[in-house]
């Protein structure tokens, strides 16, 4: 991919080592502010910035590139603004890995101040630089067996916090239109806080949050779910959990506690049928717009206006159906229609999410289901095989 | 500050609506990718890239740039790479805004191949850029009462996981020179679990990590500690824990089961004074830097080795003496003789921390006690009042 770009080296940029895009890289070491520089040729260099990380830097397994060979030093002395070390630095680690100033790629997550500034320093200095994302998204799409492991681990920790949330759903009391557990009223934040104490016992983090959002709250796929939200009986209860281990795991289910509308019962049922209908076309060399165009389809026939029928709507089937997952919650494959530099057909070893959904505004209920799956040779592998009621009571 | 700069507005860049440079601004709403335009007059405006995020987006309050009227559909249609879609919803942003092309200063945290790229094609059509990360950070650590109290919350639940951790090791039983909690051996990912549940269960995480390192491991400051590492009788064990809840904490505490050795024991008296010297001259008006001068003078009394007599040293006293914090674990006041942008004068309402060490790799021992405080009219007030004895019985 260097080759092609015309670029002597990728260099990725991080706030810190468990930053999805220096993650794939740097194995068990926790760094902050550090970077990567993948020459064209020679092995790949680590960049730290104060000694206090030799320790954590030594655990990359990488060459290293310390603060002494950085200079860092000499640029502090010289009372060099922030900006300024970023140039300084990136300059002399270049350079330490023989590579004259020329066609850089450059990626990953900086303080955008900084690099703009400096990447103008650099290119007075004779450098040029190119998004170099796309690469490094290529690169971490191809899983390693340790990373489907670790996958398979953030998904059982996840599904033991489902089947925790549903235990509790089934047990809360219904008292004059309003559920309680034990002598506490139940709302949004109980339900997240016994979330996060499962998944931190399993082990596991959410840096990208949780959703767990009742009724009109969940009808906007995005909302997170008001803390202090009452869950009352009838309510959809839309719950949608992305833990991280070394990887993440993504999955949804959908509750109701207490009688569902028609409405949200035929939604649910429409949303069930269309996971299923995913989950038997997912093969290697089908792209994921094609079964985004299979539910839409499906969609459809039943009445239900989706971005096929209807682009830009709020209600009905309103999203993509999926995504891949892996050292970030969205990664390739892409399931849009047109993706630069993916064609969209899954490959062997591709984990994607399919989550159809409806959603409704209006009459404020929503169902999204969501698996996580891998792609193998003669279909998907289910990674998060938990019952798909809406009754917490059937789990 | 935008005066001063020459500067027409200001805007931050973020993956997420945590994002310490963002989070000061957007209150309870929960987005991915958004960011802030800040103009020299008129309201602070919230950008964000998709409907689905509308819900998240109004819970901030602050007057909002939606997707449509970003055009984010119009340049997806276009085919637009990821790096010119940012340029075309800055500039669209920026006009919405009433700015025409000029000079910006730009910060908070963006993907860097994009920043660089859009900030050239925006370069073409007009506009300049200064780093404005300075502007955020001097905003930032102006905290309100509500900032305050959340730091305090996150203060209470750090200091549960302490005192769960004391108690885990006061209980362990010794056998054969290895520490065992009832039929399993004592290692660091029990206590890394076990201090993740405690923070849990106060709503609190930890998008920093946190160190526990026994030994040789936190003779190193930075070190994480390795899970399957044992904790053996006459360790010492450096527990550093900076969870958040909108806010961050702060603190670190020693331990010691078991008897230590005479070196270990006398380190831990000495960084004990020096930190109770600390508390004792903290006001409103003295630098950090004075402070590090002062505690440097101590350990340089007590033989210790430290920055300003030993620049560069990798044992003894190897650090800066603290660091304020808020919505980022770093942040100003600055503990450094020279700062960018500040002159590290403690100003009532600070919050910093005070945590000095002794680090002895050729011994394989460590000691740092941190403690987390507000600056107030008459001095410091300590905001993690925790025993700081070795011995975890005492506690």
Redesign the interface.
């Given at each position: 991919m260097l080759e092609e770009s015309g670029c002597r080296a990728l260099?990725i940029?991080a706030?810190?080592s468990?930053d999805p895009f220096i993650a794939p890289f740097v194995g068990?070491a926790?760094?902050?502010r550090c970077f990567l520089i993948l020459p064209l040729e020679g092995p790949i260099r680590l960049g730290y910035f104060?000694?206090?990380?030799?320790?954590?830097a030594a655990l990359s397994g990488l060459e290293l590139l310390s603060p002494e060979d950085l200079d860092i030093?000499r640029w502090s002395r010289a009372?060099q603004?922030?900006?300024q070390v970023l140039a300084s630095v990136l300059h002399q680690g270049l350079q330490r890995c023989g590579i004259a100033p020329g066609a850089i790629?450059?990626?990953?997550?900086?303080?955008?101040?900084?690099?703009?500034?400096a990447?103008r320093q650099l290119t007075e200095d004779g450098w040029s630089?190119?998004?170099?994302?796309l690469m490094v998204e290529r690169l971490r799409r191809a899983k390693s067996e340790a990373d489907i492991a670790d996958m398979r681990l953030a998904a059982s920790g996840s599904m033991a916090a489902f089947r925790r949330v549903a235990e509790t759903l089934a047990g809360a009391v219904e008292m004059e239109g309003e559920l309680w557990l034990w002598t506490e009223k139940l709302k949004v934040?109980n339900l997240?806080?016994m979330v996060?104490?499962t998944?931190?016992?399993y082990?596991l983090?959410?840096?990208?949050?949780l959703i767990i959002a009742p009724a009109e709250?969940g009808a906007?796929?995005?909302?997170?779910g008001?803390p202090d939200r009452a869950i009352r009986p009838g309510d959809s209860l839309v719950v949608d959990l992305f833990p991280r281990h070394r990887l993440f795991s993504d999955c949804t289910r959908t509750f109701c506690v207490g009688e569902p509308s028609e409405a949200l019962s035929q939604a649910h049922a429409a949303v069930l049928a269309a996971l299923e209908l995913a989950h038997q076309e997912v093969r290697p060399g089908i792209t994921g717009w094609q079964l985004q165009e299979s539910v839409c389809d499906y969609f459809a026939k039943a009445r239900y206006p989706t971005p096929l029928s209807h682009p830009?709507t709020?209600h009905g089937y309103?999203?993509g159906l999926g995504h891949g997952v892996g050292f970030a919650v969205h990664e390739l494959p892409s399931f849009r229609q047109?993706a630069?530099g993916d064609d969209g057909r899954l490959v062997v070893g591709d984990v994607i999410t399919l989550e159809p959904g409806l959603y409704e505004p209006g009459q404020g209920f929503a169902v999204r289901l969501e698996d996580l799956v891998l792609v193998g040779e003669e279909g998907g592998e289910n990674l998060t095989p938990l019952p798909y009621d809406l009754d917490p009571a059937a789990w």
């Open positions: 260099v940029l706030e810190s468990r068990a926790r760094l902050h104060t000694p206090m990380e030799r320790g954590e030093e009372g603004a922030p900006w790629a450059i990626s990953g997550l900086g303080p955008a101040g900084q690099v703009e500034a990447c630089f190119q998004p170099g994302a934040e997240k806080r996060a104490e998944l931190a016992a082990g983090e959410q840096p990208e949050g709250e906007v796929p995005h909302n997170v008001t830009g709020l309103v999203h047109e630069e």
